[in-house]
């Protein structure tokens, strides 16, 4: 099928001959996605692509949007499920809201439903104490039990911490983006990528490594084209209203 075409394959730019790399596994069910990557190494473009190629493939999905920065997606400001901010928090209880509606059988699990926080790990560290805690165990809850729901998570983060995650949550990432000069965090490559941390290398910004159930490759992002498209794709997403309760 290969339709949701996210990055390029690095040995393959290496030769010239350019080959995308799909995750066609959202076509079938809900994954979970690990960004990860030092401060300006391409998360948010790298994530931009996926939600656009999401929006463009999946057939009419909703997003929500969490953008604790509030810069890289004011695009979205105008639409409904996007939470700039002091409303990260609220976007992440909203959604968490729509999957437990549909675990306790009260919504359809339809439409596939997406959410996206990017740079989580600032927003979980900056919250008082409670809070902190309350929004891991809904991550925790979210990541363990939404996969059979028709629930994609798509999280970016500069450092994928263990303390981040309640429940060993961390492990239910079944795609791993690890994004430019990740190499020197060695114990990040260790705690995400043990299996292949003698692989990894230093990578200039917008490369880095894809890891999936099928191994290891090293990747390429590409930034998109048509900006202008790519936008209004994701912004109809974000904007999708969920069907089956109010606050969905
Ligand atoms: N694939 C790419 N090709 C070329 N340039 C890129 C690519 N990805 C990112 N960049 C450049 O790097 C800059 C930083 O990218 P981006 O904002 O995605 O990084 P980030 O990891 O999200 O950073 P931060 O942690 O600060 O949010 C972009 O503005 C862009 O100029
Ligand atoms: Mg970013």
């Known amino acids: 099928m290969r339709l949701i075409k996210v990055c390029l394959s690095e040995t393959s730019c290496q030769i010239n001959l350019p080959r995308w790399i799909a995750l066609d596994d959202f076509l079938h069910s809900g994954q979970r996605v690990m960004i990860v990557g030092p401060s300006g190494s391409g998360k948010t473009v790298l994530a931009t692509t996926l939600l656009g190629k999401l929006s463009l493939h999946l057939g009419e999905p909703i997003i929500y949007l969490v953008d604790p920065k509030g810069i890289d997606f004011r695009f979205c400001e105008n639409c409904k499920n996007y939470y ?3 409303d990260a928090v609220q976007g992440i209880e909203d959604f968490f809201q729509l999957f437990e509606a549909r675990l306790r059988n009260q919504a359809p699990c339809t439409q596939h439903a997406i959410l996206f926080t990017d740079e989580i790990s600032s927003l979980i560290l900056s919250l ?12 925790a809850r979210l990541l363990n039990l939404s996969r059979a729901l028709n629930i994609s998570i798509i999280t970016a983060m500069q450092r994928p911490s263990a303390e981040l995650f309640a429940n060993g949550a ?3 990432y ?5 994004m430019g000069n990740m190499a020197v965090n060695k114990e990040s ?7 292949y941390k003698d692989m990894i290398e230093p990578c200039p910004v917008g490369l880095g490594y894809l890891i999936t159930d099928g191994g290891i490759k090293k990747i390429r992002s590409v930034i998109p084209k048509d900006k202008e498209k790519l936008h209004r794709v994701i912004c109809e997403a974000v904007n999708r209203k969920a069907p089956g309760g109010a606050k969905q």
Do not use: G, H, Q, T
């Open 84 to 86: 700039p901010v002091d």
């Open 189 to 195: 490559v260790a705690m995400i990528a043990s299996e």
């Open 174 to 178: 079944n795609i791993r983006f690890l």
């Open 170 to 172: 961390r492990d239910n």
């Open 128 to 139: 008082p104490k409670k809070e902190s805690e309350e929004l891991k165990n809904k991550m």
